[in-house]
């Protein structure tokens, strides 16, 4: 079975400034997908970026990319120039490409603080 | 779109009476999934539905849950006897089936948050 890895509970970055948010995974599979949503108080998980374990281009989206190291089965997110409105839960999450690709695999999770 | 709506976004209970959740989802998603997220965790995976049929239980899904989503439209998970270990907050989530399969967007409500007592 697939696990997901966030190995840090929670982290704090000053607005504008750039924080990056840990990810590792485990799987014997060679092709899946990999997500990382935010869940803000709101409680609604909001899909963040995602990144398709074949491409080795990472994945980028406005202030949003992410580090994507296969072999090492690690998954960063890096936010830049962190706003107010980035302050939520943020969730890495693994999906398999195979037979059982209906499912999200998620980690614990990792609250972030953007301080004024 | 109006996103996915889940009713009600609370609800209290007392220990061995049964609830129901209700989820709308996209109106032209196939795919209805549920989750249950614990204070402290990630969600985890209980339920698929593949328009009507349900496709996928987890382990977690006791005997006491059931989900059912008549005409591949609306879904409801059921607890029944509740229990307090059955507090959480429910989620349940939609998607287009693409060709692809894993790439497919996944669109989440806001869940129901269950207390029981």
């Known amino acids: 079975a697939q696990t997901v890895t966030q190995s840090q509970p929670e982290m704090s970055v000053q607005e504008a400034e750039t924080v990056t948010l840990s990810c590792t995974y485990d799987?014997?599979?060679?092709?899946?997908?990999l997500f990382w949503y935010k869940q803000p108080p709101s409680r609604q998980m909001i899909l963040v970026i995602r990144?398709?374990?074949?491409?080795?281009q990472n994945a980028t989206e406005n202030r949003f990319s992410v580090n994507f190291q296969k072999a090492a089965k690690s998954f960063s997110l890096k936010i830049s120039d962190s706003q107010l409105g980035d302050a939520a839960m943020y969730f890495c999450?693994?999906?398999?490409?195979?037979?059982?690709?209906?499912?999200?695999?998620f980690g614990k999770g990792t609250l972030l603080t953007v301080n004024p | 779109d109006t996103g996915v709506s889940q009713n009600p976004r609370h609800k209290i209970t007392k220990r061995g009476q049964n609830v129901t959740f209700r989820c709308d989802p996209i109106?032209?998603?196939?795919?209805l999934y549920w989750y249950r997220q614990t204070l402290g965790q990630g969600p985890e995976f209980l339920t698929y539905?593949?328009?009507?049929?349900?496709?996928?239980k987890s382990r977690l899904l006791s005997d006491r849950f059931s989900a059912e989503r008549p005409k591949g439209s609306f879904s409801t998970l059921e607890i029944q006897r509740t229990e307090q270990g059955d507090s959480a907050m429910y989620l349940c989530?939609?998607?287009?089936?693409?060709?692809?399969?894993?790439?497919?967007?996944?669109?989440f409500g806001s869940g129901t948050q269950l207390s029981v007592l």
């Open positions: 990144q398709e374990a074949y491409k080795q």
């Open positions: 109106s032209e998603h196939n795919r």
């Open positions: 799987t014997s599979e060679s092709d899946y997908y």
């Open positions: 539905f593949q328009n009507e049929a349900q496709l996928e």
């Open positions: 999450a693994y999906r398999s490409s195979g037979g059982s690709n209906y499912k999200l695999t």
């Open positions: 989530a939609s998607s287009l089936a693409s060709p692809s399969g894993g790439s497919e967007k996944l669109f």
